[in-house]
């Protein structure tokens, strides 16, 4: 495990991160400097960025699902569609309540799109990510010098952290990502000590609802195991790795900021532009040449006023179902 700091703020937010650390079967914690170094550093000209804890991700490079997305590539582009959707960050707030300078940790935080809000609505942030072009871009992001934004790469199915380090946490369209969800809902469960932990994805249900399966059926037929389950599978996961008690909501879309696909399937008009759906993990997933003949379906009936029928056959179920739910989860 590599751990570095750049600056006066992030050696003051780096100490607050390390004593969290845990050792590792890997062996104990490395200081990527000495601290002496550090302290020279702290000397030189701030740096325009935060510190970046590297932890190893064992796990992951053999998982075929997994590697079926570059992630670094995806870190790339990923803030030229995706921000922080109004739609999921009230719910959010609503489940955490007053931040009160409580640490808050984000798993699978990507480029910090939610973290940062969060950051500023009061909350001492830690973002973890096993994404290192992720975690580079969330760092390189305007934090508010008071929250203590830190920043790991790591995995969420062993996290670096050590039992009870943060008041609470969130996860948010990470869901369908993570292949070991006991490990994954496990460690959120040991890293906070009051709670809430705040699970935002998109479940089976809200699958039922989206037309886009219609076109591209690779969506369901392509999603991992662990993707798009029902939602009283996922709260039962939440209830074995310890969580007493499991409160769900449903979100609404009402933007397509955060660019899902749960979101984009109420843009329509997304989908004629290959830009705007280049970041959807459920599309990267696909084959090109299914990907490619479905949206060539979709852009042909968008054109003769077909997939208007088809999407207000499907608008029920959306309104049932809603576009993903946010499980929120207590000690
Ligand atoms: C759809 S993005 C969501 C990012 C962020 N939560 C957001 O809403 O903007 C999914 C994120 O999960 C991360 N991820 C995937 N598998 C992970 C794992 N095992 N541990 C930690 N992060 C993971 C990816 O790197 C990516 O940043």
């Not at 009051?194 to 699958?207: H, M, Y």
């Not at 040449?289 to 029920?316: D, F, K, T």
Request: charged residues 25%; contains cysteine.
């Amino acid at each position: 495990m590599l751990f570095a700091a750049h600056d006066r703020a992030s050696f003051t937010l780096s100490v607050w991160l390390y004593s969290h650390l845990r050792d590792t079967t890997d062996g104990p914690v490395r200081v990527a400097a000495p601290i002496t170094t550090v302290h020279l550093a702290l000397t030189q000209r701030p740096r325009p960025h935060r510190d970046i804890l590297f932890a190893r991700c064992p796990l992951l490079g053999d998982n075929p699902l997994v590697a079926a997305i570059d992630y670094d590539a995806w870190a790339r582009t990923y803030d030229d569609t995706r921000g922080a959707s109004p739609s999921v960050l009230q719910p959010l707030l609503d489940a955490l309540s007053a931040a009160n300078g409580r640490s808050l940790l984000d798993i699978g935080g990507g480029t910090g799109n939610f973290a940062l809000p969060l950051a500023q609505a009061g909350f001492r942030v830690a973002l973890c990510d096993f994404t290192p072009e992720m975690v580079r871009r969330a760092a390189a992001k305007p934090w508010p010098e008071t929250s203590g934004a830190a920043l790991a790469v790591a995995d969420a199915q062993r996290l670096p952290f050590r039992d009870a380090s943060f008041d609470c946490a969130v996860s948010i369209n990470v869901l369908g990502h993570v292949p070991d969800w006991r490990a994954y809902f496990g460690e959120a469960r040991r890293v906070i000590r009051d709670g809430p932990f705040v699970l935002k994805g998109s479940t089976a249900e809200t699958l039922k609802g989206n037309w886009t399966v219609e076109y591209l059926p690779g969506i369901r037929d392509y999603a991992p195991a662990y993707h798009y389950q029902p939602e009283e599978f996922i709260e039962g996961a939440l209830r074995t790795a310890g969580f007493s008690r499991v409160e769900i909501t449903r979100i609404h879309y009402g933007d397509m900021v955060d660019g899902s696909a749960q979101a984009l399937k109420h843009y329509p008009e997304a989908f004629l532009d290959d830009d705007c759906i280049k970041n959807t993990a459920t599309f990267l997933r696909l084959p090109a040449n299914q990907l490619r003949a479905g949206l060539e379906a979709i852009r042909r009936h968008y054109r003769s006023g077909r997939l208007r029928q088809v999407i207000a056959r499907y608008e029920p179920l959306a309104r049932r179902y809603g576009d993903g739910s946010v499980f929120i989860s207590r000690l």
